[in-house]
């Protein structure tokens, strides 16, 4: 992990909806290959902050480059770099297991050999090769979350944006989940993940604590855990909370 | 363009696993077709005629004969009382009465002038307007008989407007020539509203669209992607009740194929576009539909293909000219009917190119702002 390569720079930036602040004056940097944590309670702005990294939205102000490109201007090439999975389901559930990742290998402009190649791969890799053409519709939600993800960084990005993945899987897909987070960092892909499981705080590399549209603490799990003199991270952001 | 093809491949899979497409595809057009065209005549037979005869003469059983052999009209009852016959009327069991006075014929052989009564229930206009015409034209056959009856007695050669009619174009005066045309055009306006306009507001339900938007896909390649396979079931949907209308109906086909089918496919990309037009303003399929069906409704009933465009008040005709509804029935009907060739729909066909051009252009303007 190369700590002083920053792939993602976030100054100031504001979003508002109507006189409601949503993203009040973010400012942080993502290092390449980190596993970078986004906690927040409901409405905090988490998903509003990621939408805007991803180019879905367009931020009121303040100065943002992801993967060195400018958000405001440069919106496409950003998205040829990134890749996104999100709270609501995003394959195609009256596609196939190969169907979909078809698709979305043609999308992001993979040649049919490279496809066919990736499509074998990822098959084994979930261990999914017997229901290859089963259609989405009929797999349980966990294989689904897990294959999105291996959907998303099927282009092989230089950040992977993952927006609560884990939501409403069970406790031992979600171990599994983060076992491939941490395979794809490994593999020099960023992963920027927001999640309101406070538990998974503990696998990131740096943790940012939003509340109410403000960041209210950023750091690694360890310094946070100390600096506010508590032994999990969810004492750490139950005293945030407690604050506003 | 290879993108393009990705999503075109999708949307096909899509479709084709919905399992109620393949019935609606090909069920919808024979349906249509066959009990619309139809069902929906405007074609007057067997008209129930009560008949009320207070002369009881000669003449006056050779007029009710005349009625009684036209195949228009059926007898449903007969009285010397003309309060039977409006009770008849009243009870829906006739649709006219005929009613001879006393002394009808004496009037005639004194060489007076006489009439005798129609009372007719004209709850459905068009259907008393026809009763009407039929009997007008009865009584004026009548008459012909009647003088050249009287010139064997005097020798004198009558004189009289004599009319021919020729119906061009529909020689049989057959209404199905005339409707299937229109149904077709239902057809592939319905289709093609709903495909599109769905097709892109389920994606924004389901929440695919998202992933979609953050994807490097251009606008134009997405909206390629869901508009193609639309066009071409489209287009399929019209050969199909071509064929069957061939068929079931041995409907003309008179002008250019492919004339037919060049407007037809600029005619769906107007379509498609304001298809595409609602599910930008649209967050739901509900909405979708029920936007869709408000246009639909105005434009079809406008569009000429039930009442004569001509016979609208002039508002009505003025504001037509921006129906493309209006527009590609009246070319489909010229190609079909008439064997209309280029010069003769060039008008209207540009109309449609301009419409086309900018209903797609400010669909793909709306649908960018929307990410």
């Known amino acids: 992990m190369s700590e002083t390569e920053p792939v993602i720079i976030v100054k100031d930036l504001v979003k508002k909806f109507g006189s409601f602040i949503a993203n009040d004056h973010l400012s942080f940097e993502v290092y390449k290959g980190e596993i970078f944590g986004f906690l927040g309670a409901n409405g905090a702005g988490k998903t509003t902050a990621i939408r805007i990294l991803c180019g879905l939205s367009s931020p009121t102000s303040g100065e943002i480059m992801v993967a060195g490109y400018n958000a405001y201007n440069e919106a496409d090439k950003i998205k040829k770099n990134i890749g996104y999975m999100s709270q609501k389901f995003s394959l195609y559930e009256d596609l196939t297991v190969t169907e979909n990742i078809r698709l979305y290998g043609g999308i992001y402009g993979l040649s049919r050999k490279e496809i066919r190649s990736r499509t074998a791969e990822l098959l084994e890799k979930l261990e999914i090769a017997s229901v290859k053409d089963t259609l989405i519709r009929d797999l349980p939600l966990g294989w689904r979350q897990k294959l999105a993800f291996s959907v998303a960084i099927i282009h092989q990005p230089g950040i992977v944006f993952l927006d609560e993945p884990t939501g409403g899987v069970d406790p031992i897909t979600r171990r599994q989940f983060w076992e491939m987070i941490y395979v794809t960092a490994h593999e020099g892909i960023t992963v920027f993940v927001t999640t309101h499981y406070l538990d998974e705080a503990e696998y990131c590399d740096r943790v940012t604590i939003m509340t109410d549209g403000k960041i209210m603490a950023l750091d690694t799990p360890l310094n946070l855990k100390k600096q506010f003199e508590v032994n999990t991270i969810n004492e750490v952001f139950l005293k945030l909370a407690r604050n506003t | ?371």
């Open chain 2, 1 to 371: 363009m290879r993108t393009i093809l990705f999503l075109i491949q999708k949307e096909f899979l899509q479709i084709f696993r919905n399992k109620g497409m393949i019935p609606i595809i090909f069920a919808v057009p024979i349906v249509q077709l066959v009990i619309i065209v139809h069902a929906a005549t405007f074609e007057l037979k067997n008209v129930n005629l009560y008949v009320v005869d207070n002369d009881r003469t000669t003449t006056s059983r050779s007029i009710i004969h005349q009625f009684e052999g036209s195949h228009f009209f059926s007898l449903s009852g007969f009285s010397f009382n003309y309060s039977d016959g409006e009770e008849s009327l009243r009870r829906n069991s006739s649709d006219a009465v005929l009613c001879i006075p006393r002394g009808f014929e004496k009037k005639l052989v004194e060489g007076q002038s006489t009439g005798f009564q129609m009372v007719v229930n004209a709850i459905n206009g068009s259907a008393g307007g026809l009763i009407n015409g039929y009997t007008v034209s009865m009584v004026n056959e009548f008459n012909r008989g009647l003088s050249s009856g009287r010139a064997n007695f005097t020798l004198t050669k009558p004189k009289f407007i004599d009319l021919t009619y020729s119906f061009w174009y529909n020689p049989e005066l057959n209404y199905t020539t005339f409707m299937v045309p229109g149904i077709l055009v239902i057809l592939v306006t319905v289709i093609s509203l709903l495909l599109s306009g769905m097709n892109i507001v389920k994606e924004k339900e389901i929440g695919t669209i998202e992933q979609i938007n953050v994807s490097p896909i251009r606008k134009y390649q997405f909206i390629t992607g869901k508009l193609v396979p639309t066009l071409i079931i489209a287009l399929f949907e019209l050969s199909f009740g071509l064929v069957i209308g061939k068929i079931f109906f041995n409907i003309p086909l008179e002008g250019n194929l492919l004339l037919l089918f060049l407007s037809a496919f600029i005619y769906i990309l107007v379509i498609l576009g304001m298809g595409l037009m609602v599910s930008t303003f649209a967050n739901t399929q509900q909405q979708a539909m029920f936007v869709s069906f408000f246009f639909m409704i105005v434009f079809l009933l406008m569009s000429g293909l039930f009442t004569s465009v001509e016979n609208m008040p002039q508002w009505a005709q003025t504001l037509n000219q921006i129906n493309p509804v209006a527009h590609f029935i009246r070319i489909i009907r010229m190609i079909l009917l008439k064997g209309s060739g280029f010069q003769d729909i060039q008008n209207n066909l540009a109309y449609l190119l301009g419409l086309a051009f900018l209903s797609l252009s400010l669909a793909i303007r709306r649908y960018r702002k929307t990410v």
